[in-house]
């Protein structure tokens, strides 16, 4: 199974950059590394997404070391409305339903 | 473009009612995925259509779940009888067919069963 490992939680200040970093050691060759945001009473929000070495979009930005076994998502200047939870996922579409694994993310509290 | 369009937002029944919980894919997205959020268990998926046949309902956790998807833009998830320990978040999602294309969720129901 393409399990994750994430920060159970993580607190910054407004401003600052965040990264926030997944483990996933079994990663298989034609899996995707996607992130996702969620925030209360809301289904998770697709971020970001890559396959090898660095992807960023008008909110995020994804580094992936050549080995793939962990990736970082970088969060550039934090807003208190940036405080949500942040679930890494390892697979695709294709994959077996047995290999999306969601975890338990990473609580992100963005302070004042 | 609409979203993931699931209904009802919130459930609120007894225990031993049937629930009937509805979910609209985005328009030309093949893959149609159920999933259910617990404080204790996270984010669980329950089974998953490709071009409205299920794929793999292995995370159904028991018989009392059923889930159908008629046509492409219509799925529901059943619960019959329900329980207490029902009680959750259940999200509907999908996504297109392509490997690693990321998976579009709706806002989600709901459920408390008394």
């Known amino acids: 199974l393409a399990k994750t490992t994430q920060p159970i939680s993580m607190d910054s200040y407004e401003g600052q950059e965040v990264n926030i970093t997944c483990s996933h050691n079994n990663i298989a060759t034609n899996d995707y590394i996607t992130w996702y945001q969620q925030f209360p009473s809301q289904g998770p929000r697709f971020i970001i997404q890559g396959y090898k070495t660095k992807v960023t979009n008008e909110v995020a930005s994804l580094f992936i070391p050549a080995d793939r076994k962990s990736s970082t998502l970088s969060l550039p200047r934090v807003s208190l409305s940036d405080t949500a939870v942040y679930y890494c996922?390892?697979?695709?579409?294709?994959?077996?339903?047995?290999?999306?694994?969601f975890g338990s993310g990473t609580r992100l509290s963005i302070r004042p | 473009d609409a979203g993931v369009i699931q209904s009802p937002r919130h459930e609120v029944t007894e225990m031993g009612q049937e629930v009937t919980l509805r979910c609209k894919p985005i328009s030309g997205h093949d893959y149609l995925f159920w999933y259910r959020q617990t404080m204790m268990r996270g984010l669980e998926l329950l089974i998953y259509?490709?071009?409205?046949?299920?794929?793999?309902d292995s995370g159904m956790p028991e018989d009392r779940f059923s889930a159908k998807m008629p046509n492409a833009s219509f799925s529901t998830l059943k619960i019959q009888p329900s329980e207490p320990r029902d009680s959750a978040v259940y999200f509907c999602?999908?996504?297109?067919?392509?490997?690693?294309?990321?998976?579009?969720f709706g806002d989600g129901t709901r459920l408390s069963i008394l």
């Open positions: 996922l390892v697979g695709g579409a294709r994959s077996s339903a047995s290999k999306i694994i």
């Open positions: 259509f490709n071009n409205n046949v299920p794929i793999d």
């Open positions: 999602a999908s996504s297109q067919p392509l490997n690693g294309q990321p998976q579009h």
